[in-house]
């Protein structure tokens, strides 16, 4: 079997225990598998053989013989058995909004439905509305969402498709009167590279005039729910969204509960229980009957728990709790450390400024250097530069460097190609003459693990490379980007002592949170870079933070949060 089989059903078996009711540690823990192992940089077969099974995050010795038994036979027995209790294809009806594994277990019971198809039967002939808990408005809005799901799939959309979409709103939103606050909760707010649904909340005393508001909205094609607390609605674009109104007195338990992750959230109700308090989205309610507790912000909520505040983006259950509990949570980096950017294009190659515009804005958003790094000559597509035009774009360079003064600093670099067959575009003594060297893959992606590898080693050896752009060149959401041997790949920048990037780029994130989190633990230096290609592209930055925090990175992995003069050296240290 291969990664993503066995990702693929452990996901499923997490689905089947949720529709059977299974505890929520047994659920998360299948689920945090699969996902450990579809983000895995190296063949699971290969991870088997060496034994380090159990070495990769969320698998211990039951989950490891599970995989083994699914390597060495093909097949998992406990899946089988289950399946004889809960048809592997409830798990589709899961899909449809609004229908939780409970629900789903229901209908299954009662009316022995185990498909999208079936549903659709028993909803159009009027026979689940009769089903306890559920009614004729129950009914139309599962025929509505059914036939939403059927129009636009239900694919997950990137982060950054996902993000201006929610601000929009939130901003009308936040210009109707009695609104006191408003927030993204949910992935979004965690920044995780793609969402399922976008979570929006206000706090107001008076929900209704809002709810009204946002069903109404001219971007809304159908509305999946409209209630006091809770309204849901579908965009022509396909997006979901979800509203949720509360009183600003419980903002903080509010927002807290809807950023999730819920894995995160089941280890702080954990931990409020301990406290002998139940926690949920209204307040904190003591068990010995004394009044709740009201959280008005997050930070009220943490502190409750004895907790310091732990952002947004590290609440994923990868062991922030703990950290938090032991007094060693990271301060990881924030947009306000970035002093310069590494990766940008100007019309030399194919960008839509000239190298001084670019300076300026960069001036503008508070760094005190560039990096200009327009392609090289083989990427003949995006107009890259022969060394002849390279020499000549030194001058400009130049003249923009005179332009600016002495208080900002602009580095002549390139983004130099790796070529299908790992050759370098230009010479090294060409390189040796540049201030910044970017090595990238572009193309040939799709060449086998070991071949397109190597060549990302080879730039990595070459002492004048300082940095590896976007290092698996994925393009979200449906190109995978190079299937990099990415434990190689690091522990290899580690000795070479070369950059890895971050491209915040929301359609790369490359390299992705977990990439991220292993090159912290093993030392690889960072840079997040916007890969402007014009100066609205430096307001991308905020998502390449974003992934560096999910990944744990402080501002010192971070090579461009360095003083400049610290940056320098280290550069002419490396050639
Ligand atoms: P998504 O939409 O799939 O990208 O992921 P989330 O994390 O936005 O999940 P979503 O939209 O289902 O719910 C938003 C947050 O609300 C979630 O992160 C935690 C909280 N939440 C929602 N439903 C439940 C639930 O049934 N149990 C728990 N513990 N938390 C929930
Ligand atoms: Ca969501
Ligand atoms: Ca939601
Ligand atoms: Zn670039």
Redesign the pocket.
């Known amino acids: 079997m291969k990664n993503r089989e066995v990702a693929e059903l452990f996901e499923k078996v997490a689905n089947m225990l949720a529709i059977r009711g299974d505890s ?1 540690h047994r659920i998360l823990a299948y689920r945090r598998a699969a996902e450990s192992i579809s983000e895995l940089g190296r063949d699971i077969n290969q991870v088997y053989a060496a034994g380090e099974l159990t070495d990769l995050p969320g698998i211990g010795q039951t989950l490891a013989d599970k995989i083994e038994e699914m390597l060495t036979t093909g097949k998992l027995e406990f899946f089988e058995r289950l399946a004889q209790e809960i048809p592997p294809s409830l798990v589709e009806l899961l899909r449809v909004e609004g229908l ?1 594994p409970k629900r789903v277990k229901q209908i299954y019971d009662e009316l022995g439905v185990t498909t999208i198809e079936g549903l659709t039967a028993v909803a159009r002939e009027g026979k689940l509305q009769n089903l306890p808990g559920l009614g004729k408005k129950s009914e139309t809005k599962l025929i509505t969402a059914i036939e939403a799901l059927q129009k636009h799939g239900d694919g ?1 959309t990137p982060l950054g498709d996902a993000w201006p979409v929610a601000q929009r709103i939130l901003g009308e939103l936040a210009q109707l009167e009695g609104v006191v606050k408003t927030a993204v ?6 920044m ?1 590279e ?6 929006l909340l206000v706090a107001a005393d008076q929900s209704a005039p809002i709810m009204d508001y946002f069903v109404a909205m001219p971007d809304v094609e159908s509305v999946s729910g409209h209630g006091p607390t809770k309204s849901s609605v579908v965009l022509h674009s396909g997006l979901q969204v ?1 509203l949720r109104v509360l009183p600003a007195d419980r903002w903080g338990t509010l927002l807290s ?6 894995a ?3 280890k702080l ?1 954990e931990l409020a229980l301990k406290k002998g308090l139940s926690l949920n ?1 209204h307040a904190f309610t003591p068990s010995d009957g004394s009044p709740e507790i009201l959280c008005a912000s997050e930070e009220d909520v943490y502190t409750t728990l004895g907790l310091p505040y732990i952002i947004p983006t590290m609440r994923e259950d990868r062991g922030e709790i703990e950290a938090a509990m032991a007094g060693n949570l990271p301060r990881v980096v924030q947009l306000g450390d970035i002093r310069s950017d590494l990766h940008m294009h100007t019309t030399w190659s194919d960008g839509k400024m000239s190298v001084l515009e670019m300076a300026q804005a960069a001036q503008a958003r508070g760094l005190n250097a560039i990096a200009i790094t327009d392609h090289s000559v083989s990427l003949g597509i995006a107009n890259g530069l022969s060394v002849e035009r390279l020499w000549q774009q030194a001058e400009e360079i130049a003249a923009a460097q005179a332009a600016m003064g002495a208080d900002f600093r602009i580095l002549h670099g390139t983004e130099m190609e790796i070529r299908a067959d790992g050759e370098l575009d230009f010479p090294d003594e060409v390189l040796a003459k540049l201030d910044f060297v970017i090595a990238s893959l572009h193309v040939s992606l799709s060449q086998p693990q070991e071949q397109v590898t190597n060549r990302a080693l080879n730039a990595l050896w070459n002492p004048h490379v300082d940095m590896l752009a976007h290092p698996t060149g994925r393009l979200l959401p449906d190109r995978p980007g190079a299937d990099l041997d990415m434990d190689v790949v690091l522990e290899t920048a580690v000795i070479t002592n070369t950059i890895l990037e971050i491209n915040a780029n929301p359609s790369r994130l490359d390299l992705r949170d977990s990439h991220v989190r292993r090159a912290v633990e093993l030392g690889v230096k960072l840079a997040i870079n916007c890969d402007a290609h014009h100066v609205s592209h430096f307001d991308l930055l905020h998502y390449g933070i974003a992934t560096a925090q999910r990944g744990w990175a402080t501002a010192e992995n971070v090579v461009n949060t360095w003083p400049l003069e610290k940056l320098l050296a280290f550069l002419r240290e490396k050639n």
Request: aromatic share 8%; no cysteine.
């Open positions: 929520i939780g997950r909760a949910g992935s979004l707010r965690r995780r793609t969402i399922g649904d976008v979570d979800d509960y809807f950023t999730g992750s819920q995160h959230n089941v109700r989205e």
